[in-house]
């Protein structure tokens, strides 16, 4: 027994080590230019990234590309949580709690009204909200996971997931030029982008290209709306239940592994038990495993296929991204 699970595990190494290592190569490429020309690393990756796009399609790579940009990406994240203290989330308050209900709560409503004034199933806006609201791509697996079966239900969480990942991608780059315009502080800032930007990956790269503090908040803020995904898919079920559909296939986890590791780290940190050496190395991997995922991100975005699926699906989701920034702007004017 013991023979054959080295024998899998020899296999699957194999398997993704091409696609790792052109990630790891051009991770390191970017830090290097990182280092000489000033700009932010996680844009040098995922420009990089894009560039080498062909190495993502049926290939060596492309099994390592995948598992780079998700499962070290999420590794990354799950060991950013060394870096972040319960006194920090308490020290940001009520309000960014609030705001980030709000924010769910308002842009899947006006998702689902929006969907049914385009001539779209009130389901899809809710599949579209969800993913602008929450998470990303994550939030739309999860929820087609949940939501009753239907004919076009497959497509549409394909778009929802490539249109995603897209703008998530373009708003890595574009909102932080708008806090910086806005001369957001970096709290304020954190915020921002936190509850804005639609992945992970993204909302880490962006705050962490203005700085250690907007980061740290901005990945506070993103994992408190990641938490979110637990009360909507409930919500997402009891439609599915209520309609009489059972979904088959294996969903999703309620609340993703990463969160809930970035969360006992979190603890373990706060408890000051934890020397400075090991935090700094835990740092450092961390920073790596998320300028290598976000190179894997770079190689797997396909713009491109946005243009077969029609206007109207993409001014929905563009709609809806422009709502949810223009909502947490006047929130925060606000003062939440």
């Known amino acids: 027994m013991s023979a054959i699970a080295l024998t899998r595990i020899h296999s699957r190494t194999r398997e993704l080590a091409p696609g790792f290592v052109v990630s790891l190569i051009v991770a390191a490429a970017a830090s290097f230019l990182s280092e000489h020309y000033g700009a932010p690393v996680m844009l040098f990756a995922l420009l990089l990234g894009m560039a080498l796009n062909f190495l993502a399609g049926d290939g060596a790579c492309k099994a390592g590309i995948e598992f780079t940009a998700r499962t070290v990406l999420r590794i990354g994240v799950a060991l950013l949580g060394m870096r972040i203290t319960l006194e920090q989330i308490a020290a940001l308050g009520w309000k960014p709690v609030a705001l980030v209900v709000i924010v769910v709560v308002v842009t899947i409503g006006v998702s689902v009204i929006a969907a049914k004034a385009l001539g779209f199933q009130r389901l899809f806006g809710m599949l579209t909200g969800g993913a602008t609201a929450i998470c990303g791509a994550s939030a739309a697996l999860a929820l087609a996971a949940a939501l ?171 709609g809806e991204t422009v709502f949810l920034v223009v909502l947490v702007l006047l929130l925060l004017r606000w003062g939440m």
């Open 148 to 318: 009753p079966n239907h004919p076009q239900k497959e497509r549409a969480t394909l778009f929802t997931v490539i249109g995603v990942s897209a703008l998530s991608t373009l708003a890595m780059i574009v909102y932080p030029m708008i806090a910086n315009w806005l001369s957001l502080s970096p709290q304020v800032a954190g915020v921002f982008l936190g509850a804005t930007i639609h992945d992970v990956a993204q909302v880490v790269g962006a705050g962490y290209s203005m700085s250690t503090e907007t980061g740290d908040t901005a990945t506070v803020i993103k994992l408190m709306r990641v938490a979110m995904l637990l009360p909507v898919i409930v919500c997402a079920a009891m439609i599915t239940r209520l309609q009489g559909a059972d979904p088959a296939g294996k969903r999703p986890p309620l609340l993703p592994w990463f969160a809930v590791g970035f969360l006992i780290l979190a603890c373990i940190n706060s408890t000051g038990w934890i020397a400075p050496v090991v935090q700094g190395s835990v740092n450092e991997l961390s920073r790596w495993c998320l300028v290598v995922s976000i190179s894997a991100l770079g190689m797997k975005t396909q713009l491109k296929e946005l243009a077969a699926v029609g206007i109207k699906p993409i001014l929905l989701m563009v």
